[in-house]
């Protein structure tokens, strides 16, 4: 039975390695290397009859959509000349949590990535690049696999907003909410999203909450506590992964 093989693609070693440990590993080994960056393989084998084995790299890809696109290119055009592509790629790690929708210490799985502030200003308003006719500014998670992980982890299933720089004010988190309808706020997601459907690979995004978006309150982030969900949040995708339908993910 043929391994599900992942590409997990977050911002700092510490989100690759509470990832990591919530997919349990039974080996970890070298995998070949991402340029310029630390990664990190888990092979599981399925736990039971029929169910599927996976084999996961993990990697630190930096902070921001470009490194993670970057990152999450070079990782899968890598693959690819190999002839070992991946089936999905997930993008991972803490997030503000917009409230009253993500709480901290919640889950949230995107059913869309949204590149939040990538377009222009204007006297009436936030301009998006898709509305100026230049490209997009999201994507669709794979959908019935979104539907499942987000069940299953129990999560909010909504989009997630990636910025280039992080809301620091009441008034700015109200509009990119009221905007959206978003649950949480990250900077990684949508460059890996826009790698992914560049090689037609599935993609996902988990975030788990560590603090509110709007004012920065250093005494009120939970990272400890947010790394501890990501955690137990891949401890259950690795059983929806296992349990469920094989690849290809739709």
Known sequence: MRAVHLLVVTAVAAERD??????????????????????????????GLGHLPIRADLVAGGVGPAASAATTAAALTAAAARDEPYDLVISAGIAGGFAPVAALGSVVVADRVVAADLGADSPDGFLSVDTLGFGVTEYRSAPHLAAAVARGLGAVHAPVLTVSTATGTAERAAELRERHQAAAEAMEGFGAAEAAAGQGTPFLEIRTVSNAVGPRDRSAWRIKEALAALRDAFGVLHTVLTRGAPPPYS
């Open 18 to 47: 509470a990832a990591a440990r919530g997919l349990c590993p039974v080996t970890t080994c070298p995998p070949p290397a991402t340029p310029g960056r630390s990664t990190v393989r888990v092979t599981t084998g399925g736990a």
